[in-house]
């Protein structure tokens, strides 16, 4: 289809990801996930799917893999649980839906779809989410199910050193994202997350916070950020981005350039993001070691990615 121009990116996190800290089986088991993830938006998109389809697919197999930091595999809290924090937005119209501090939501992403799509309201938290995720008829999910050992040693290893780390800093962001184009052009960001380990209950990050980790409009960008969530807050990362590209600043590439290697840094706000515009292909740029991502433009080959060029 000639005027059929779809496109898709996305993440599973940022941070000191490094060639020697890897294992050949760890980074093959990486690369796999990023590759099914891909392969699930590609599906949606190349049959003339929509975009937020595409990146709620891409976001439910990260959520699923225990590898990546959302869904099961999320971190844990100071106090030893889960709270996990979600958002999608859409561009053609801008409809957005988050939920923050879940802990029962299999897959975060398609809480906060619900919440876009089922709710006159944008963002639900805690009590109020779990139970508007009842309603919806979402399972409740055993706290096992999220819990794995990694994590565990992950939360006593950053209480010794009485640290809030982020996943993969010593691996530790992990956040994940997607963004995408459809064959309409229209553009959709997803965004999910365990947060922070060692992070205090009741902590919310950047990640459903409209604006900041996760943003999209037609007319500018759609965008998905990981990194340290309280600079992405308070540069408001994914709405900056967008705003410099819909009111004709500059093209994609530089604003992302300008928030994540400028602006970002001079509050050490250590991170990545993953964006797509009306057209052209999805940019991806982060100020840290590595950050696990891919993108995939129609007709083009897979682009797979974990360190820094
Ligand atoms: N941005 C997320 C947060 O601060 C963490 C991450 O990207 O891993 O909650």
Known sequence: MADCDWALALHGGAGT???????PEREAAYRAGLEAALEAGRKVLADNGTAEDAVVAAVMVLEDDPLFNAGRGAVFTSAGTIEMDAAIMRGSDRA?????GIHTVRNPIR??????EHSP????????????????GFEAMPASYFETEHRRNQLREAQKLNQISLDHNDHKYGTVGCVARDCHGNLAAATSTGGMTNK???????SPVIGAG?????????????????????ETVARDIAALVQYGCVPLEEAVRRK??????????DGGVI?????????????????YRAALCEGGEAEIGIYGD
Not at 96 to 100: E, H, L, R, S
Not at 200 to 206: A, L, M, N, T
């Open 200 to 206: 205090h209950p009741g902590r919310v990050g950047d």
């Open 121 to 136: 309201h944008v963002m639900f938290c805690g009590a109020g989410a779990e139970a508007f995720a009842r309603e919806q």
């Open 260 to 269: 994540v290697l400028e602006d970002l840094p001079r509050i050490s706000g």
């Open 111 to 116: 809480l906060a779809r619900q919440v876009m």
């Open 275 to 291: 964006a797509i515009a009306g057209a052209g292909a999805p940019v991806m740029l982060f100020n840290t070691p590595g950050m």
């Open 214 to 234: 996760t943003y999209a409009s037609n007319d500018g960008a759609a965008v998905s950020a990981t990194g340290h969530g309280e600079a992405f807050i308070r």
């Open 17 to 23: 990801i490094l060639k020697e800290m890897m294992t």
């Open 96 to 100: 957005a839906g988050a939920v923050a």
